[in-house]
């Protein structure tokens, strides 16, 4: 059943209004006066544009698309090409919204100016940065509390003992992010995370106080662990691999015993059958893997990441055809949902009992229980919330595969169609692989029109 398109508000990052140099006057139409009347072409941009085949008005299109949501913009192709011409320089909300276009952080489009470059702004000129980074991030994230002395400080490098309240406004805008990994599309959120990364990174330093360290350490594994999962959601594995392994070492750093359990648990992907139904994979490394998640887990760890680790192991364990293993770990993550005393507030915020439906009927699945797994995922579809696009795909690509082995192949074909149609238009590339993992419960009716035709949306999709 294909679910609404991504929610168009997207958040922004941080690192772009204080990296993008000082302004030296405010321009009429929202972007900012070049230092000293100087000119100095931005080549990258503009080289990210021709890279595309896109003219400067499809760049306003696209940034007044995504700024749909918010205020009115007053940009157009004149506006984009005194950008690259470097007779001005993008306000911050610009600089956000011109990463979410391109899908690169600020540095790779030379919004960002070199350290050598950078002009010392005057007092007034530092307030007008300050009020233009929290109108716009109060708009993003809520975030209307920060010390914006304090934050401008904090990526200088200079947090310190007193800044306490500040860690917790920034521990607010990784949970913010958090809580739009599953609604919000990937490649929308996944530079503004990097950025915000880039923060997080920037603001260590050694003369810290050893709790202020733990916490800024433990939040930029937290927006690693992030960043790795939507870059897995965009097929970008690469990324992903050394996305994931710097949150396990930041959190190893940080003693975050729950970060490297949760990181654990992400990267059993590499290794489990069940996201490609068994085109490929090794269900023994999957398990050894989740067996080492399990292990970082304390009687005070976050129940949800013990669900989370709890139901990718029923799923190896049922790929691996034990039943009874698979079957255990489901209670147990039922017995940890039920166990919570909050719901949670960042990642796992819509893992429920409609999620832990999913998960069994995907274990009857691999167990090769088709009518028990179409019951429960149709369950379980009825439940999810229509803005979580990329669980929905998953249970409809699991109730198709059940669909297939009962041989109701036009419905099951239809499924996957669906599926594709979705997972394409939220650029969710990852679940295009699950899909071929279920078409191949199709192989036996190559003939039939409406497997045909999902062939032919599959290779057009690539």
């Not at 600020?106 to 950078?118: N, P, R, S």
């Not at 729950?258 to 489990?272: E, K, P």
């Not at 049922?318 to 147990?332: I, N, P, V």
């Not at 394409?424 to 990852?430: D, M, V, Y």
Request: proline share 4%.
């Amino acid at each position: 059943m294909a679910g609404p398109v991504f929610g168009q508000r997207d958040p922004v990052s941080s690192q772009s209004s204080y990296g993008s140099g000082a302004p030296r006057a405010r321009g009429w139409s929202g972007d900012l006066m070049a230092e000293n009347g100087e000119r100095r072409p931005n080549e990258r941009l503009r080289y990210q544009r021709r890279l595309r085949g896109w003219t400067l008005d499809e760049v306003a299109e696209r940034l007044h698309r995504l700024s749909m949501a918010g205020p009115e913009l007053g940009v157009d192709a004149h506006m984009v090409g005194r950008w690259e011409r470097g007779v001005r320089r993008p306000a911050p909300r610009y600089v956000a919204l011109l990463c979410q276009v391109f899908e690169l952080p600020a540095d790779e489009l030379g919004l960002v100016e070199e350290a050598g470059d950078a002009v010392q702004p005057t007092d007034k000129e530092d307030d007008v940065r300050r009020r233009q980074f929290l109108q716009y991030l109060s708009v993003v994230t809520g975030a209307t509390m920060l010390d914006w002395e304090r934050l401008a400080a904090t990526l200088r490098g200079q947090l310190g003992s007193s800044d306490r309240v500040l860690v917790d406004d920034l521990e607010a805008i990784t949970r913010s992010y958090a809580r739009q990994v599953e609604q919000v599309a990937p490649s929308s959120l996944l530079p503004a995370l990097r950025s915000h990364l880039a923060v997080l990174s920037g603001s260590l330093h050694g003369g810290q106080p050893a709790d202020v360290r733990r916490r800024v350490l433990s939040m930029s594994g937290e927006t690693a662990l992030l960043a790795g999962r939507l870059s897995w959601l965009l097929d970008n594995r690469g990324e992903a691999r050394r996305c994931w392994t710097l949150a396990a070492d930041l959190g190893r750093e940080a003693g975050d015993d729950t970060l490297i359990a949760s990181t654990l648990g992400m990267q059993r992907v590499f290794h489990s059958t069940i996201p490609n139904r068994g085109l490929y994979g090794s269900t023994d490394r999957a398990l050894a893997v989740l067996n080492a998640a399990e292990a970082r887990l304390s009687p005070s760890s976050s129940p949800y990441v013990r669900m989370m680790v709890l139901l990718s192991r029923a799923e190896d364990h049922a790929a691996a055809g034990d039943a009874d293993a698979s079957q255990r770990d489901l209670e147990a993550a039922e017995s940890a949902l039920a166990g919570a005393a909050l719901p949670d507030d960042g990642l796992y915020a819509q893992w429920d009992a409609a999620r832990i439906a999913g998960y069994r009927g995907s274990c009857a699945l691999a167990l090769e229980r088709p009518e028990e797994a179409s019951t429960v995922l149709e369950d379980a579809l009825a439940s999810t919330a229509d803005t979580l696009i990329g669980q929905r795909c998953a249970v409809v690509t699991d109730l198709a595969a059940a669909y297939a082995m009962q041989r109701e192949v036009e419905h099951s074909a239809a499924l996957l169609a669906q599926t594709v149609d979705t997972a394409e238009r939220a650029g969710l590339s990852e679940l295009l692989q699950r899909v071929q993992g279920a078409r191949r419960h199709l192989s036996q009716w190559p003939d039939v029109t409406a497997v045909q035709q999902l062939d032919e949306r599959l290779a057009l999709v690539g």
